[in-house]
């Protein structure tokens, strides 16, 4: 067999194991399900994507997430007012960390994660470990 009639085999291969492993995520007991979630912020620059969070899982990460907020509907001016600063805080947070190129700082939220995606239900907060992380940068 030639390499050229082999390439589009191993393409086709890696592409079916990386599908298999999407489907095994999503049909996974916990996907979908709301529960507290830890997260690494990884930046640009040492990241092989732009940067993104994702989930630590186990002993390892997930995929890169994309982040959607499904906060609970305020009750009050004032939880919308408050929802919305920690919204504000927690962007501001995270371009700071792009500023510095502070790399893998953790937090944690509680959210529904599907593969690619969690859902967040609250707004996700430097845990100590983060914040430890942020302060050691030395910025």
């Known amino acids: ?53 994702v989930a630590v899982v186990g002993d390892g990460t997930s995929w890169g997430l994309s982040l959607v907020w499904e906060l609970p509907l305020p009750k009050s001016e004032a939880q919308k007012l408050v929802q919305q600063e920690e919204k504000e805080r927690f962007h501001r947070l995270i371009e700071m960390l792009e500023a510095r190129q502070i790399n893998g700082v953790e937090f944690e939220c509680r959210g529904k994660l599907y593969p690619f995606v969690l859902h967040a239900t ?18």
């Open 1 to 53: 067999m030639s390499k050229q009639t082999r390439s589009p085999g191993i393409v086709v291969l890696g592409l079916a194991i990386v599908l298999l492993a999407t489907a095994c995520l999503a049909s996974a007991p916990n996907s979908g399900k709301e529960k507290k979630v830890t997260l690494q912020y990884l930046v640009a620059s040492d990241a092989f994507a732009p940067s993104r969070f």
């Open 122 to 139: 609250t707004v996700p907060r430097l845990t100590d470990m983060g914040v430890r992380q942020v302060e050691d940068s030395g910025h």
